[in-house]
């Protein structure tokens, strides 16, 4: 079986139709949350999921577009393009939202946005690795959340391992470790590097590989200056941060 694992889309129609042209017809899409926010075009970006996904689980942002959970912690320009969000989307798009889980797990693998148990943490050293890989038994965790392509691997005797995958790259899954993979970001990527990034995995080969893409960013920062969408959302988009 293999998987094609996206995360952090926000609302970026452009990019993830790079991801959905890429991808074969037997290949699992999965998911793993905030669908909307930041971007120009969340109805479709949830459309598209929504008849593609076979796996999905909920983000920050998207619990935000629907309940207004959490908004007083986003930083101005998350706050203001939220508030576009919720005004922009359709109602089919806030069911479809709203029915997604917060974790879900498969038998191989589990699926988060940000963390286990504590959903919506940002895993961005070893001792948020470490009480990550606490908090389940899953061999292997899929998350995104952070935007930047790495991961990090505890091994028999819970040393934890870390590389980051900026310009992408693969990973041959070891016996007797352990995965937390964050497979970047297909909307927003924040490493320094624009290139938009999502991961293939082959459970039979036992591989995860991470697919960083060019897509029109220009024409995607066109639109959000079109809607009225913060200046600097658009900006970064050329920058990776």
Request: aromatic share 10%.
């Amino acid at each position: 079986m293999r998987y094609a694992v996206v995360s952090d889309v926000h609302a970026n129609i452009d990019s993830l139709q790079c991801v959905l042209s890429s991808i074969g017809s037997d290949d699992a899409l999965v998911s793993l949350g905030d669908v909307v926010g930041y971007g120009p075009n969340p109805n479709e970006c949830v459309a598209a999921l929504r008849e593609r996904a076979t796996h999905a689980v909920l983000g920050n942002h998207d619990l935000a577009a629907v309940e207004n959970f959490g908004v007083e912690n986003f930083n101005p320009a998350a706050r203001s393009a939220i508030g576009w969000t919720q005004q922009a989307l359709g109602d089919d798009a806030k069911r479809w939202l709203n029915s997604l889980p917060y974790e879900l797990r498969l038998p191989d693998f589990l699926l988060v946005h940000g963390a286990p148990v504590d959903y919506f943490e940002y895993i961005l050293d070893k001792a948020t690795a470490a009480r990550a890989f606490e908090r389940t038994d899953a061999r292997i965790v899929f998350i995104g959340h952070t935007h930047i392509a790495e991961y990090w691997d505890r091994d028999d005797e819970g040393n934890i391992g870390h590389r980051h995958m900026q310009q992408g790259g693969e990973l041959e899954l070891e016996p007797g470790k352990r995965y937390i993979i964050d497979v970047g970001s297909v909307g927003q990527p924040r490493d320094l590097n624009p290139l938009a990034c999502y991961v293939e995995y082959d459970a039979d080969a036992g591989r995860v590989r991470w697919i960083r893409y060019e897509y029109p960013i220009a024409e995607v920062q066109r639109k959000m200056r079109a809607a009225g969408l913060p200046r600097y959302l658009a900006d970064r988009l050329s920058a990776g941060r």
